[in-house]
T-cell receptor, first 113, second 111 residues
Framework: DAGVIQSPRHEVTEMGQEVTLRCKPI?????LFWYRQTMMRGLELLIY????????DSGMPEDRFSAKMPNASFSTLKIQPSEPRDSAVYFC???????????FGPGTRLLVL | SQQGEEDPQALSIQEGENATMNCSYK?????LQWYRQNSGRGLVHLIL?????REKHSGRLRVTLDTSKKSSSLLITASRAADTASYFC???????????FGGGTRLMVKP
């Protein structure tokens, strides 16, 4: 398996633009997690899905953030409109089972100017 | 404060020395995990220790867990420059579905 795949790897955009981050989890994994990492706040869980259903989105910072998982092999995290404070590295991770080992993607480094 | 607080926040040692990192947590857990993150990369799972285990080994890694003190330690023996990375502990607090990560320990191993 190729592991968790994220795209794009880098994104530079201007404030106010829509940003869409994509993730393909490891085949067969039933949990998918979206994290954000910054120097100031460390690694934060934004939302996670179980069997494509959002379970806990309490970490989503505000309504500008939304996430979907239309099928078991694809998820998106959308920021609309983007703001400079959204600049961070966004990671997707998947696991087989609850509370188990998570496999992280390489991350998307987002810079909002 | 966070579940899974690592200590120290940063550690600098010479190649060949041992590195010890500690993690404290607050709630009951089913397991505690340690992850490694190289600069600019995603986190990589290193080792998982269950709540009924006290010690676990994997190569040069040794993890201990003391549930009475709600603490864990990660020991890297005979460190190498390639061990330079950030190390995070993560817990499934209250035996939940998700992991809560600490702030990490930045380890630098000087050649």
């Amino acid at each position: 398996d190729a592991g968790v795949i994220q795209s794009p790897r880098h994104e530079v955009t201007e404030m106010g633009q829509e940003v869409t981050l994509r993730c393909k989890p490891i085949s067969g994994h039933d949990y998918l997690f979206w994290y954000r990492q910054t120097m100031m706040r460390g690694l934060e869980l934004l939302i996670y899905f179980n069997n494509n259903v959002p379970i806990d989105d309490s970490g989503m910072p505000e309504d500008r953030f939304s996430a979907k998982m239309p099928n078991a092999s694809f998820s998106t995290l959308k920021i609309q409109p983007s703001e400079p404070r959204d600049s961070a590295v966004y990671f997707c991770a998947s696991s087989l089972g609850a509370g188990k080992t998570q496999y992280f993607g390489p991350g998307t480094r987002l810079l909002v100017l | 404060s966070q579940q899974g607080e690592e200590d120290p926040q940063a550690l600098s040692i010479q190649e060949g020395e041992n590195a010890t990192m500690n993690c404290s947590y607050k709630t009951s857990i089913n397991n505690l995990q340690w992850y490694r993150q190289n600069s600019g990369r995603g986190l990589v799972h290193l080792i998982l220790i269950r709540s009924n285990e006290r010690e676990k080994h994997s190569g040069r890694l040794r993890v201990t867990l003391d549930t009475s003190k709600k603490s864990s330690s990660l020991l890297i023996t005979a460190s190498r420059a390639a061990d330079t990375a950030s190390y995070f502990c993560a817990t499934d607090e209250n035996a939940g579905n998700m992991l809560t990560f600490g702030g990490g320990t930045r380890l630098m191993v000087k050649p």
